[in-house]
Nanobody, 126 residues
């Protein structure tokens, strides 16, 4: 079992910042070294990959649309994943989902993840 719970979403103006958190729990998560990541889904659009990170945090990968603005990180002692989002744009508005893989490798697309949280809404206003 893997439970993922996101928090930190909200309303922010363009150019602003938000930090999302994802608390992980469950027997399966504690047993295996799982890579994790973030994806997002805007209304009327497919879920899209945002970023991923290996278990140790030594490797990360970002979608081109967020590279240089977003930073993914994790604290394994706290079993928490983070997404620091800076210089937010209108097009960043979406429901953001925390996700995990059964294996310790980077994900490069949304459909590679095995476990999902419920999502947290990020709204960006002009």
């Amino acid at each position: 079992q893997v439970q993922l719970e996101e928090s930190g979403g909200g309303l922010v103006q363009t150019g602003g910042s938000l930090r999302l958190s994802c608390a992980a729990s469950g027997r399966t998560f504690l047993r295996y070294r799982m890579a994790m990541g973030w994806c997002r889904q805007a209304p009327g659009k497919e879920r899209e990959f945002v970023a991923s990170i290996t278990w140790s945090g030594s490797s990360t990968y970002y979608a081109d649309s967020v590279k240089g603005r977003f930073t993914i990180s994790r604290d394994n002692a706290k079993r928490t994943l983070y997404l620091q989002m800076n210089s937010l744009k209108l097009e960043d508005a979406a429901v953001y989902y925390c996700a995990a893989l059964r294996t310790d490798r980077l994900a490069y697309a949304a459909d590679e993840f095995d476990y999902w949280g419920q999502g947290t809404q990020v709204t960006v206003s002009s």
